[in-house]
């Protein structure tokens, strides 16, 4: 049954009591509150719940999943900050979830208008006991029971009620964001993520409460035919959250808000939503895979990001207050990647517009940070307010920067011991403790023998072998161990991989499409068994003001609702478009998920720096590669790929001295070469960007021991893609 506001208030109240404040303050409160909601309908509408307080099942990023949506929905959708109820932690019961919905959304919104529902927490699937095999998604609320044997019933919210919720709106223009998992596996944690699901399998019923609000919701004669759900995972996944330095947010949430603070007014929701998946896939693998889902699959969906985008290019923050008379700012950086956030420190960022104001970032503390405005911006357009969006002008990356290796809980102290050792005598590479945030993982394998596998009795022969995996704890290929080896032998054995996955992380810091001036782009094509586009990438302030060739009507479509697949076999080259006024630069690296790296080759087969010497004019565009007309195989192994083209207004001096070392002795007509010493040729590529910068550093007025880039000299796109 729908509570009326003033129940609501005090049930909210009554929570809130615990915690020191008065329900009649309270009441005042909510009341002024909702008196402002009822004033003039504002166009954009949301409710964002977030728990990390379970009883039982304990999360730590749902409230910060919160946050990001919040700051992104203020600064680069436009919603009033009055316009967004969040409920969080102790106000996230079923009940208070489900008035809020009714009196905030359902009661406000018109038809036209946007509403954005999201929820963060742990899900679960409930199970009638008279029908155990039929079972129901269903979010759990922070006031979550636990079934007693005298009574089965559960408080969860099942994810059908929410289906028509949404489905009650009277406008079209509805989404819900659900980043949660259904399916307890049997552990709370896998690897470096902790899974949002209820730790518990539950057999029950819902309670009488959800039922007759449900049944409530289902006789009404206004349903539309159908909802739109942003799932972070398909039922039968998993749904994760990690720890970055400083902060801990969903995967999916935190993927989603960074590629919408990066997206332009042209940006499709599909769009956005394909490379917000992607990111998920390379960090998770296979085990969370997002999913757009409609409860009615003959119903386009209606809501489309692109409406509600503000008409301005993408930001990698704002700013949020202004402080110290002026001097001082904090920032919100949601669009920055976790690389680059971690590194920030030391960076310029310019606001958006022609006021001309920079921001020399001193501290961050998760994604806030605290800048100091430089001496000489101009204060003819007064003085820099909060809410004004912040891009990157100069990346300040450190010149020491390594790679963090988890040592896994399972291994016995002596085993950590000697891999702690070990991996301190390898350069550029640290170890830690398994809860800490890492790049990837050191642990054990357990290797079953047939003997093992065809005993009656149990196992009968068993060993350990060393890997590395994922922090997803995914195993790299090509790093496991024989049985038997020890520990410090194991390190010293990976330490070659080590080093090519640091060089393929350094590469990925590059990575500016949503901070780059540089007018260039590039698009990934496929020549057998069929000749089409497949994606095109391109900087999203690049200003381009004509396409040499659009998008074919399949490649817009095989890009729009998951990561774009390559069939193994399949033949493909990229070719790379200089749009700007002055000649550019090109370097190209592919990189596998087992520390490999490859230079490719588009210039000659006797150029072992692969081209990056040949300057594409103004107007011109390159394939790569180029000799030979059948393009580059795509031969595996299956998985992820990922490509790297780096444009530059100056030329790869030291990257072509490093390649031309790193190059095998035995040259051949292969289009793409593996490198020998992956990290030198990755730190030369950072030390030309460099180069190309000091002029724009100096002018700028910073002076740092570290390498700063300015983002106007280099563009740095990625092709990520399934190989199947």
Known sequence: MR??????????????????ISEAVWLRLGDRYLQALAGPTGRKLALLVGVDRYPDSPLYGCVTDVELQRELLIHRFGFAPSDILTLTDALATRENIEAAF???????????????????????????????????????????????????RVNDILEETLLLLVRSLATENAIAILDTSYTYPGFRKNGNFRIRSRSRHTIGQPSPGELTFAEGLK???????????????????LAAEQEWNGFTAGLFTYALTQTLWLATPASSLS???SRAAGTVEQIAGLSQQPQIRRDNLTVPPAVDFSSLMLNSAGADGAVTAVEDGGKTVELWLGGLSPGVLECCEGSVFAVDGSRGDRLLLRTRTGLSAKAQILEGTDRTNGQLTGGELVREEIRVLPRNIGLTVALDSGLERIERVDATSAFAAVTHISSVGSEQPADFRFSRVRETTLAETLSSAGPVV????????????????????????????????????????????????????????????????TLAPQARVMVERSPVRGDRTYRLEPLSADSEKSANVDILSVNKGSRIAYRMYNESDRPVYAAVFSSDNAGGLMAMNFQSENDAAGGMSRAIAPGENLSVPTFGAFGLEVSGPIGLAETLIIFSEKPF???????????????????IRVLLNPLKVAEAVLEDLHAASIPSVQKVGISTEDLALDVNVWASLSFVYRVV
Request: glycine letters at 8%; a positive charge; charged letters at 20%.
């Open 271 to 273: 769009v956005s939503f």
């Open 462 to 525: 068993s060993q350990w072998r060393y890997g590395l995996f994922s922090v997803a704890q995914t195993a790299v290929p090509d790093t496991e161990g024989d049985g038997g080896e020890a520990v410090k032998v194991a390190v010293q054995r990976l330490a070659p991989q080590l080093k090519g996955l640091l060089a393929a992380k350094l590469l990925r810091l590059t990575l500016n499409e949503g901070s780059s001036r540089l007018k260039v782009r590039a698009a990934l094509t």
């Open 653 to 671: 001096a030291r990257t072509l001295a490093a390649l031309e070392e790193g190059m095998p002795p035995v040259r051949n007509a292969s289009p």
């Open 219 to 237: 006789s009404s004669s206004n349903l539309r035919p159908a909802a739109v759900v942003l799932a972070a995972a398909a039922n039968s996944h």
């Open 102 to 152: 009714a009196t905030h959304l359902q009661e406000q919104a018109k038809p036209g208008d946007a509403v954005v529902f999201h929820f963060s927490g742990c899900g679960s699937r409930v199970g009638a006991i008279d029908s155990p095999g039929k079972r129901q998604n269903s979010l759990v609320p922070v006031d979550d029971v636990v079934p007693l044997l005298a009574n089965r």
């Open 3 to 20: 509570l009326k506001r003033r129940e609501f208030l005090q049930q909210a109240g009554r929570m809130l009591a615990a915690l020191g």
